[in-house]
């Protein structure tokens, strides 16, 4: 779930390029020391998972080892590699910085975290700021998905002179021709996250529809995805006796969350902080207008043709503007919304600007 973004990514510079993914995640689970699966379709993709040492130098060490034992396999599978891609620093870059110097190959970073925000503000550590602002120098090019991340990272001295804005990417199933029938008597609300209630604010929403209900009917809000705070969520929406108006589906992929985007009538987004969610760019490329708190990048695309913005914490803004969406959200221009989403947000799109990005990094 919460690498779907970096996959999309991946897959969409594949309509150019032959692209390779290695991919290393700790997991305690494992009985192996480590574990090492290949996938080939729709990309040839490495991933190693390992047990993660309590010593944080050792931990390093293993990482480093690991990585190097799976670049020589994707070397030896796919053949040598021209350019190095990597997403969210400071480890893969200073990965890729290593791997650039041994083999005298460009590397480009791609940064979705918002922990470089203001409103965030977890990015410390005297050792990690001075790595990390020396693998973005030597960077062929930084790619922040939003401008006001960009501005974030130089406001910390991360500046690179190619800082080049690349969104998010919206799978091609999203634009697929997909029919369903709106009920238009019993609006439906959507909202789609990784159910972390201390940046999505959940909890607000769960609020906001308890008002709501006491003085309209005509409505359901439907929760999809699942996370650490999902017991949580669904026991305060057990006390305040929603289970009539809420609705929760779980973990959804493919064509089942493609169908979901598509019964619903706009989508919800209350978080105190974000960079830019790709589920925003998934409503749009569905047609549907969004109604979120005006946070991180997401108002660089949500505009009054697309939606409304609205403070964060203000509960009764917040109601007042379910309230106006619940009777407006038709009125919204749905074509208009997909043709925004394809324009920007495609594989089309997004890979076609990695592939220039990518020529001019093999010509310098």
């Known amino acids: 779930m ?55 130098i050792l931990y390093y060490l293993k990482l480093l080892n690991l990585y190097f034992q799976g670049l020589k396999i994707v ?9 190095i891609h990597v997403h969210i620093l400071t480890r893969m870059g200073f990965l890729a910085w290593i791997t650039s110097k041994w083999l005298h190959i460009p590397y480009i970073i791609t940064e979705h975290w918002s922990r470089y925000l203001p409103s965030v503000n977890a990015y410390g550590g005297f050792l990690r700021k001075i790595i990390t602002r020396l693998i973005v120098q030597n960077a062929e090019a930084l790619l922040p998905v939003t401008q006001d991340l960009k501005n974030a990272l130089q406001k910390h001295g991360l500046a690179n002179p190619q800082c080049i804005v690349i969104p998010n990417v919206v799978a091609p199933s999203f634009f697929n021709n997909i029919t369903v029938t709106k009920n238009l008597t019993t609006k439906r609300i959507i909202h789609v996250s990784t159910f972390e209630d201390r940046s999505k604010n959940i909890s607000g929403i769960v609020n906001a529809i308890s008002e709501i209900k006491n003085f309209r009917k005509d409505f359901k809000m439907v929760f999809v995805g699942h996370g650490i705070d999902f017991e949580e969520i669904s026991s305060q929406v057990r006390d305040k006796g929603l289970n009539e108006v809420i609705e929760f589906t779980g973990l959804l992929e493919n064509e089942s969350l493609v169908r979901e985007y598509t019964k619903a009538s706009f989508l919800l987004i209350n978080s105190n902080y974000e960079n830019m969610p790709v589920v925003i760019n998934e409503a749009f490329a569905s047609g549907l207008p969004v109604l979120s708190t005006h946070v991180g990048g997401i108002s660089e695309h949500l505009n009054n043709q697309r939606g409304r913005l609205i403070e964060v914490g203000n509960h009764q803004q917040l109601i007042e503007n379910l309230n106006w969406m619940l009777d407006h959200f038709h009125e919204f221009d749905s074509l208009e919304i997909r043709k925004y989403a394809f324009e920007n947000f495609s594989m089309e799109s997004v890979g076609s600007k990695l592939q220039q990005i990518y020529q001019k990094a093999l010509k310098s």
Request: glycine residues 4%.
């Open 2 to 56: 919460w690498g779907l973004f970096v996959k999309n990514h991946a897959i969409s510079a594949s309509k150019k390029q032959k692209i390779s993914v290695l991919y290393l995640e700790t997991n305690s689970k494992i009985t192996e020391k480590t574990v090492f699966t290949e996938e080939f379709s729709p990309i040839y993709t490495l991933t190693i998972y390992f047990s993660k040492p309590s010593c944080k």
């Open 75 to 83: 070397r030896k599978r796919q053949g040598s590699v021209d350019i």
